[in-house]
């Protein structure tokens, strides 16, 4: 039996049982999607007490709208759906501009680390330390993609989700996400260069 | 072999799965000092973007949920009651085209051409009308519960 086959077998018993009334099956459901639901909605909403309410409507919508699974995709495909949904809705209820800007301060403190990351006699120590601050200045730069664009990112490079799969999340057209992707790995590339290049002046 | 630069598309094509680029894509970049630049910059941010640490709830989601949830109403499983109908429906046609098949052939022998034209214009505006409407209905639900 395919993987595949085998995750929608654990997905059917698992809606089942909740249909039947048993809600701790519920539990098992979130505790294995809870992390597709956290990088969605942590990448969608800045806000800790939004997100926290957010991550319940999701659930609380999933469960109440269980019945409507229709085991077209996986589970978790279906919640991920909901919860892009509700970081959508969220962000067009609160008019935030899609695309999010660091404040200075940030950017300051970002030029600060490179300061101290640019040297070209590293030892291995340093080196090490060159790697964290590097990942740290990648996760500010991520930070300041579009709220879609660093939901992609995550979904395809860190949750490792297939075109498909990212597709059936945000409802866009495979090739839109394809396109999407692209764009902003080259705009996270561009603008990680332009941040070497500026220090290197 | 490509004489342009690979485009950023096709750099992210060969790092990403290079097994599904053309052999004249992968002759180029393996000529080409730019390209393969450019690729190894892409190589090293996918790399560092794969090393991020994954976020997670800083609070107990499942407790706080499932103090929430309170027991499901039965679902009713209303196929049987569907298939009972589309079977009771069938049997009615079925009934009807045995018993007026032969006169309803008849009747429309005699029908002008043009009354049987309005009348399927007639009744596809009808369905069209219908499946707008009902169309209409499903998105404004959907979106009252923001599935849309």
């Known amino acids: ?201 | 072999m490509k004489n342009r630069h690979l485009t950023d598309e096709e750099i992210q094509q060969y790092v990403l799965d290079w097994g599904t680029c053309n052999k004249e894509l992968l002759a180029h970049i393996s000529q080409c000092e730019h390209c393969q630049q450019q690729a190894a910059q892409y190589q090293l941010l996918f790399a560092s973007i794969e090393k991020q640490e994954k976020a997670t709830f800083d609070f107990e989601l499942a407790d706080l949920v499932m103090e929430q949830i309170t027991q499901p109403a039965p679902v009713p499983d209303n196929r049987a009651v569907v298939y009972a109908m589309l079977a009771i429906v069938a049997a009615m046609v079925g009934v009807m085209a045995y018993l007026f098949g032969n006169s309803t052939a008849s009747l429309f022998a005699f029908m002008q051409p043009l009354l049987i034209g309005l009348l399927i214009v007639t009744a596809f505006g009808l369905v069209g009308f219908l499946g707008l409407d009902m169309y209409q209905k499903y998105k404004t639900q959907m979106k009252a519960l923001n599935f849309s």
């Open chain 1, 1 to 201: 039996m395919s993987i595949i086959r085998e995750h929608n077998v654990s997905d059917r018993t698992l809606v089942d049982r909740v249909l039947g009334g048993d809600t701790n099956a519920f539990r098992i459901i979130m505790k294995n999607t809870e992390g597709l639901v956290a990088q969605i909605v942590y990448k969608m909403v800045r806000n800790p007490a939004d997100r926290k309410d957010l991550a319940q409507d999701v659930y609380l919508k999933a469960f109440q709208h269980l019945s409507r699974f229709q085991f077209q995709a996986k589970l978790s495909t279906w919640i991920g759906q909901i919860a892009y949904n509700a970081c959508l809705g969220y962000l067009e209820k609160k008019k935030l501009v899609l695309i999010d800007s660091v404040t200075d301060e940030d950017e300051n403190q970002v030029l600060d680390k490179l300061n101290n990351v640019i040297d070209p006699f590293l030892s291995e120590t340093e080196s090490s330390f060159f790697k964290q601050e590097l990942s740290e200045i990648l996760k500010t730069e991520i930070d300041k993609l579009s709220p879609v664009y660093k939901t992609l990112i995550t979904l395809y490079h860190t949750e490792e989700l297939s075109y498909t799969e990212i597709g059936e999340i945000t409802q866009l057209p495979e090739g839109t996400v394809k396109s999407y992707l692209s764009r902003a790995r080259k705009l996270l590339k561009d603008n990680l260069l332009r941040r070497y290049k500026k220090e290197a002046l």
